[in-house]
Nanobody
Framework: QVQLQESGPGLVKPSQTLSLTCTVS??????????WSWIRQPPGKGLEWMGAIAFSGSTAASPPLKSRTSNSRDTSKNQFTLLLSSVTPEDTAVYYCARVRVAGPDTYFEVWGQGTLVTVSS
């Protein structure tokens, strides 16, 4: 079974850059044709897709976050990383990584990490 686990700081100060890493076990992040996504959920709010890196290394980001989001990977460690710059308290959320499969018009977030809470506060 493929498993995903998020890691990173639980507390980040405003204006700093948040770095989160997802470690994948039981499967390769280069396997066709999966995408590897980041999703977050602020307290009391819904899920928000942030961005992804594909098996090929191609990246995509949600338009509202594109200017301050960077997605990368380390294939030797089977990890992918999210950088979110210039954070504010509105970025406080539980952050998830997930494996995604796109089949025509349908998108399946089929495997999720447990999530990690990130609080932005001074």
């Amino acid at each position: 079974q493929v498993q995903l686990q998020e890691s990173g700081p639980g507390l980040v100060k405003p204006s700093q850059t948040l770095s989160l890493t997802c470690t994948v076990s039981g499967g390769s992040i280069t396997t066709s044709y999966y995408d590897w996504s980041w999703i977050r959920q602020p307290p009391g709010k819904g899920l928000e897709w942030m961005g992804a890196i594909a098996f090929s290394g191609s990246t995509a980001a949600s338009p509202p976050l594109k200017s301050r989001t960077s997605n990368s990977r380390d294939t030797s460690k089977n990890q992918f990383t999210l950088l979110l710059s210039s954070v504010t308290p509105e970025d406080t959320a539980v952050y998830y990584c997930a494996r995604v499969r796109v089949a025509g018009p349908d998108t399946y977030f089929e495997v999720w990490g447990q999530g990690t809470l990130v609080t932005v506060s001074s």
